[in-house]
């Protein structure tokens, strides 16, 4: 059964950090580049940044440059985005999704998780 979980999510300040996690399950994480989208109300779900299969490419969308980092520990299964300097605007459910490749678009994804809610408030 595939799996993604995320965690991490939470109330934080602004100029706060969060670390995300996705912990997967029931595929070989190698395989699979990891998008993380999030989706703040009444707007489209939107890509943050994505890792290679490899961990040696990653992207990340122009506001979150600078502030979040993407990695990896094929190892433990688990994919993470550390978020630093949040701001109010970065409020929304954020998503892991498993592709085969980096990709802005969600309809190339194969899994998600459930998401987990992170708010940036004071």
């Known amino acids: 059964q595939v799996q993604l979980v995320e965690s991490g999510g939470g109330l934080v300040q602004p100029g706060g950090s969060l670390r995300l996690s996705c912990v997967v399950s029931?595929?070989?994480?190698?395989?699979?580049?990891i998008g993380w989208f999030r989706q703040a109300p009444g707007k489209e779900r939107e890509g943050v940044s994505c890792i290679s299969s490899s961990g040696g490419s990653t992207a990340y969308r122009d506001s979150a440059k600078g502030r979040f980092t993407i990695s990896r520990d094929n190892a433990k299964n688990t994919v993470y985005l550390q978020m630093n300097s949040l701001k109010p605007e970065d409020t929304a459910v954020y998503y892991c999704?498993?592709?085969?490749?980096?990709?802005?678009?969600?309809?190339?994804?194969?899994?998600w998780g459930q998401g987990t809610q992170v708010t940036v408030s004071s």
């Open positions: 999704a498993a592709g085969y490749f980096c990709n802005w678009a969600p309809a190339r994804y194969n899994y």
């Open positions: 029931g595929f070989t994480l190698v395989n699979y580049a």
